[in-house]
């Protein structure tokens, strides 16, 4: 038995036609940049997550970069966000020239912890931005009521999150911008890289829409300095095939982390195995994770028995080689530290089969009972 941590072709066999006959009709449309597939593509995503405005861009970071830079969030500003997550979310703080200012996670979550914000704000505090890590939404209700007393900007990272939802509506809706990627291993993954923005205010969607194709309105006539941030069509083309899917993939996915949890739970795993609380958000799976003191040894473990694991994420962002500058220093946001050393992502994708996951969850169990003995 080998189970793979994600099985791509798996995933793609079924959508092979579909996907071939988008090809053709970008090929036969000779138009590759700007066109009908962005704009079909566009409109399918805010049809599936009841958004107003939702903009194509070239990944889910520069979807963060325009939208920090259409907030007007710059030199000076602060940034209020977690520090344990991908890269993309600090990087871009720091790439349009503002500081950010970390806030530990949840005890028994990944993500940032609404109790500790207010002590993080000062006058300078432009926005928050927290992530809905491994798709499950960060405590959106906590964090919109702080947001709205210090009159702050929310920038949700909802990139490994779509179609998660809390409070009755899909994380990326909630806050002034919501931010996507579909990198390959996304929950809605392209062949490649690309990304979305989505607001419901006219003013920042007319801005990104700038900002992403220089600038531009009419052909080369430039309002404002902006870059090259588009979606290729082809990229918009594969994903028009894939978001017909998403609701049933979401399913699926929700229910192997249901028998995951039933399972642990019924061999009385509890106490070595803290699965995030539940609080009656919609978590979307896009990775199940373990927090496991003996993390490293489960990992070799689950290896030598043919079972594919990840880490998500191993160090902190403030201890990352490239922010060291920033000055924190270990031991300043203990959860974070801890999950960074605890954490180990296990199989969960639509189209593991009923008996490997079984398998991998047997192995898990396996573990534990040797370890008693
Ligand atoms: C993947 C990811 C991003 C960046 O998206 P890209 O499309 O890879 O640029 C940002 N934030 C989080 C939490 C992510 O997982």
């Known amino acids: 038995m080998f189970i793979s941590f994600f099985r791509m072709d798996r995933h793609l066999e079924k959508m092979r036609d579909e996907i071939f006959s988008s090809f053709e009709r970008v090929f036969k449309s000779g138009r590759f940049i700007s066109g009908e597939e962005v704009k079909e593509f566009e409109n399918a995503f805010s049809k599936s997550l009841n958004i107003k405005y939702s903009l194509a861009v070239s990944s889910g970071t520069d979807a963060i970069l325009l939208s920090l830079i259409s907030l007007g969030i710059g030199q000076g500003d602060e940034v209020i966000t977690t520090p344990y997550t991908f890269f993309a979310s ?203 003191k003996e993390r490293d040894e489960l990992k070799n473990f689950l290896l030598k028995n043919g079972v594919e694991t990840a880490i998500y994420y191993p160090l902190p962002l403030y201890l990352q080689p490239a922010l060291l500058y920033l000055g924190y220093k270990e031991g300043d946001f203990p959860q974070a530290e801890k999950s960074s050393k605890e954490n180990l992502a296990i199989p969960i994708y639509p189209e593991i089969e009923e008996g490997e996951q079984e398998y991998v969850a047997s192995k898990i169990c396996e573990f534990y009972k040797r370890r008693n003995l």
């Open 90 to 292: 600090v990087g871009s703080i720091l790439r349009v020239g503002a500081k950010p200012v970390f806030v530990d996670i949840e005890k028994n979550g990944f993500n940032i912890n609404p109790l500790l914000i207010e002590n993080a704000i000062t006058p300078k505090t432009k926005a928050i931005l927290p992530v809905h890590l491994f798709g499950k939404p960060a405590m959106m209700d906590k964090i919109m009521n702080i947001a709205n007393k210090y009159k702050l900007f929310v920038i949700e990272d909802a990139a490994q999150a779509v179609k998660a939802s809390v409070m009755g509506k899909y994380v990326g809706s909630i806050g002034d911008i919501g931010c996507f990627s579909f990198f390959p291993s996304k929950n809605l993954g392209g062949f490649g890289d690309g990304g979305m923005v989505t607001t419901s205010v006219e003013e920042l969607y007319e801005k990104v829409k700038l900002l992403r194709n220089h600038g531009m309105k009419e052909r080369f006539i430039h309002y404002i300095t902006g870059g090259n941030h588009r979606m290729d069509e082809i990229q918009a083309a594969i994903l028009r095939v894939k978001i017909k899917y998403i609701d049933e993939w979401t399913e699926k996915r929700r229910k192997i982390a249901k028998k995951y949890i039933e399972i642990f739970n019924k061999e009385g795993l509890e106490d070595f195995i803290t699965i995030p609380e539940f609080d009656g958000s919609q978590n979307v799976y896009n990775q199940f994770i373990l927090r496991v």
